[in-house]
């Protein structure tokens, strides 16, 4: 019986662990649909910040500059789409999955020459006194420091999003871009800037995974996380809270698979891998209720792209 | 104090506005008036910047001003009500007030807006709740909310775009008086309508549009009603068409404590129940989104209710499906037309039979259709329904809001069914096209068909149904004859001021 305690605790700290990439796809994605902007690119902008960010770590050996490396790399593809669906309006389901297999290919395609190969990784910090707190510091507080910063990405996102004005007018811009382009605020502009945002803070949860989570590059490393990122963020309600309680719920899946097979769990490993994917299906189906839409502020034109002359 | 100079405007295929100059003088009441597609709209969004003209200018004080977006607008103190409220729904009345105004500080505190506002109702008679989510505001609170967020930017030159179309009788009267005591205030107020008695109580001036080119300015105390009638539609207005009295026969449609729910889950239609019979028009009085739409959508099949029965010809249809009660003889035409009742990118000849999988009007195999049948009987209800299309193979969306009426009305009634529901029938079409609809409605009375009319016009009401009843927050509140005399009991019915009417 003792042993159960140190089994819960290390599967809560991978499940934190395992979150942590998912937190920052989420974040990301939850600012670009509250612009009203759909992106089903989420997979392929987590390979390019994976890739990009590694081999910036790699060539340079600065962290501070892979990430910023990441954050660019995602930016660009988020640029492309916000191209693509914002001034073009292209459907927005198509150029997101075109982003996704656009990152596929580009990150399959770098990263060849970096397969085995090591790089400067984070690790884990403790954070002094904090740590010491029984369970409590060993579950939160001994990790690598972009888990630290999504600690502190996750009030400061809640308190944009809802007690700022940038944040109303994101907020407006998604759900209904005639009132804000009515009162002045350019739809497009808003469109482009949180697109553009939400893709590098996307990227940065690729970039957990090849320098903090698995620390090298493996082709493909991403395994369907950017899909699961997608479903969260309805979850989520498009609310950054909610996503971290979302995110690490998820994390917890995976991770107690990993456990529940290493102490020889009989359970067979195709269970596990779907349980995610089974986890999400039932989230989608209990969040998708129009009452809910309308009191959260549900952006409700995403994925339609705005023209002030259109006739509808 | 404000012109529009030999402004100009077209969109693929449609000159909009043409050459039109508008004078807006402070402190006055200036009335845009037109009908349906006379370009009210386009040269108000023009003013307001959110569509760009090709040709002309526009002088503020005499200076030239360039107005290429809602935000420079503002800037020179244009507020403008849109015909679709601009709200989001899950702010509140303050919030959407203030969001995007300059004064915002990076945390908005709301505190003092809300008190503004408050201040703002009282002076103007525009009472509002700031802390209400706007997604909760009944139609007219919503436009009180439009209206004070223009005046809370201190605007002096405020645009309504048809602000009555959705106000019941007395609601337009604040509203008036709202405007009287702007112009008091010496903000000028552009008020776009077609609704003539409205017109003569408020204007100072008036400008006529029609078909995109302005007719003429007038003093209002220098014209008269049938004056502008005139000038609007270039000819004599629609004589009245005269209300042929039929024979009533047996009952056709009957509803029985009908109760359904929105698509929110929230409920819509009330117990409701009524009857038509043969040869009898039913209108259904409300203003929008009192659960007439979900009331039509149950009863064509398309919405399940929750409890209580629909029947046809005294058959229980409450659990058949639409392509049965088609065959029985019910025909509906939606109140959303490019949404529901056509299919915008399918030729007029598809639209046209549609429904021939369940009607076989043109008889046709199971699994495929019959090409020539279907061409020639279309050929026939273009005719016989004047309706105006470059060929039977146009894309339906390339006609015009009254032809692709036409195109409905030939759909569903070509087939003489025994009950016809009509939601919304005229809804933003021009006066002719109007008259074709009152007329094909009229005939399937005397056809012997049961209408069920659902309509928020009142004048459309009495031109055509033989009761009415008031439908308010999904019950039918009472029962009314169609009299002009009762306009005044009926609109407070719409309202909600309850007790007013007779029983059935
Ligand atoms: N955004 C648009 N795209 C294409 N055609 C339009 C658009 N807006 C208006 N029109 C057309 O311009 C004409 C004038 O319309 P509108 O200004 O809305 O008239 P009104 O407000 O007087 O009813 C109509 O024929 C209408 O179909
Ligand atoms: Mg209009």
């Known amino acids: ?312 | 104090m404000l012109e529009m100079k030999d402004i100009a405007k077209s969109f693929p295929g449609v000159k909009a506005v043409d050459d039109v100059s508008f004078v807006l003088k402070s402190g006055e009441v200036h009335t845009l008036l037109g009908e349906n597609g006379a370009g009210k709209t386009t040269l108000m969004n023009i003013l307001f910047g959110i569509y760009r003209q090709d040709s002309g200018e526009i002088l503020i004080d005499g200076k030239h001003v360039k107005i290429s977006s809602p935000h420079n607008a503002i800037a020179h103190g244009i507020g403008m009500v849109q015909q679709h409220f601009t709200l989001v729904p899950s702010f509140t009345v303050a919030e959407n007030t203030v969001l995007g105004l300059r004064e915002l500080g990076v945390f908005p505190r709301t505190g003092r807006v809300e008190r503004r506002i408050r201040e703002l109702g009282d002076t103007y008679g525009l009472k509002v709740d700031p802390d209400a989510r706007a997604w909760t505001l009944s139609v007219g609170e919503k436009q009180r909310v439009e209206i004070l967020k223009i005046l809370y930017t201190g605007a002096k030159i405020l645009i309504l775009d048809e602000p009555t179309a959705v106000l019941v009788p007395h609601e337009t009267r604040a509203l008036f008086d709202a405007l009287r005591k702007m112009k008091e205030a010496d903000t000028s107020v552009v008020f776009i309508s077609h609704k003539l008695d409205e017109v003569m109580q408020i204007s100072d001036r008036i400008t006529v549009l029609r078909k995109g080119l302005a007719v003429d300015t007038v003093d209002k105390k220098a014209t008269t009603k049938a004056a502008l009638a005139k000038m609007m539609v270039g000819r004599d207005l629609l004589v009245d068409v005269p209300r042929t009295d039929v024979e009533t026969g047996s009952k056709i449609l009957e509803v029985k404590n009908l109760r359904v729910n929105d698509d929110r889950g929230l409920t819509a239609v009330n117990d409701i129940s009524f009857t038509v019979r043969a040869g009898e028009v039913l209108g259904i009085a409300g203003v929008e989104g009192n659960g007439q739409r979900e009331l039509a959508e149950c009863i064509y099949g398309m919405r399940k209710p929750l409890n209580g029965k629909v029947f046809i010809d005294g058959q229980d249809i409450t659990r058949t499906p639409v392509r049965k009660r088609v065959q029985l003889g019910l025909s509906f035409i939606p109140q959303d037309r490019k949404g529901m009742a056509i299919s915008p990118n399918l030729s007029v000849e598809e639209n046209l039979f549609a429904k021939n999988y369940a009607t076989q009007s043109v008889p046709s195999h199971p699994l495929l259709s019959n090409r020539t049948g279907v061409s020639t009987a279309s050929r026939k209800l273009v005719r016989d329904f004047s309706i105006v299309t470059p060929s039977e193979k146009t894309r339906a969306k390339y006609l015009s809001g009254g032809n692709i009426q036409k195109v409905v009305l030939a759909r569903e009634l070509s087939s003489s069914p025994k009950a016809v529901i009509a939601a919304q029938p005229t809804r933003g079409l021009d006066v002719g096209a109007m008259e074709f609809v009152y007329k094909t409605l009229l005939e399937q009375k005397k056809k012997g068909a049961a209408v069920l009319l659902l309509a928020g016009d009142l004048d459309e009401l009495f031109r055509l149904a033989d009761r009415v009843a008031v439908i308010y927050g999904g019950k039918l509140v009472g029962y009314a004859s169609p009299d002009s005399s009762n306009r005044e009991k009926i609109g407070l019915m719409m309202s909600g001021a309850s007790g007013a009417g007779d029983e059935a």
């Open chain 1, 1 to 312: 019986m003792s042993d159960i305690v140190p089994f819960v605790v290390f599967t809560l700290q991978a499940a934190v662990r395992a979150g942590t990439p998912l937190l920052f796809a989420v974040l990301g994605d939850i600012l670009t649909e509250r612009s009203g902007v759909m992106n089903l690119g989420i997979e392929g902008l987590m390979l390019v910040g994976a890739i990009s960010g590694f081999v910036a770590s790699y060539s340079t050996g600065n962290l501070f500059l892979a990430i910023v490396v990441a954050m660019l790399a995602g930016a660009a593809l988020g640029l492309v789409h916000a191209f693509f669906t914002i001034s073009l309006r292209v459907n927005q389901i198509v150029s997101g999955l075109a982003i996704t297999m656009l990152g596929t290919g580009i990150s399959g395609l770098w990263g060849k020459g970096y397969v085995g190969v090591v790089a400067q990784r984070f690790t884990p910090m403790r954070i002094p006194l904090l740590s010491d707190i029984p369970y409590i510091g060993t579950i939160f507080f001994n990790h690598s420091l972009l888990v630290y910063i999504s600690y502190i990405c996750v009030p400061l996102l809640w308190l944009f999003v809802y007690k700022t004005k940038y944040g109303m007018t994101l907020r407006a811009v998604g759900e209904a871009p005639e009132a804000a382009d009515s009162r002045g605020i350019n739809v497009f502009a808003v469109r482009y800037f949180y697109t553009v945002l939400g893709c590098s803070i996307t990227a940065i949860g690729g970039a957990y995974l090849s320098l903090a989570y698995n620390s090298m590059w493996i082709e493909n490393m991403t395994a369907g996380r950017g899909w699961i990122a997608i479903a969260l963020v309805l979850f989520a309600t498009w609310d950054p809270v909610k996503a971290l309680f979302g995110a690490y719920l998820f994390g917890g899946v995976t991770a107690l698979g990993f456990r529940l097979q290493a102490i020889g769990a009989d359970i067979p490993t195709d269970f596990l891998r779907m349980l995610p994917y089974l986890l999400t299906v039932v989230v989608l189906i209990f969040t998708s209720t129009e009452k809910l839409r309308l009191r959260v502020g549900a952006p409700a034109t995403l994925g339609i792209p705005y023209s002030r002359e259109e006739k509808t």
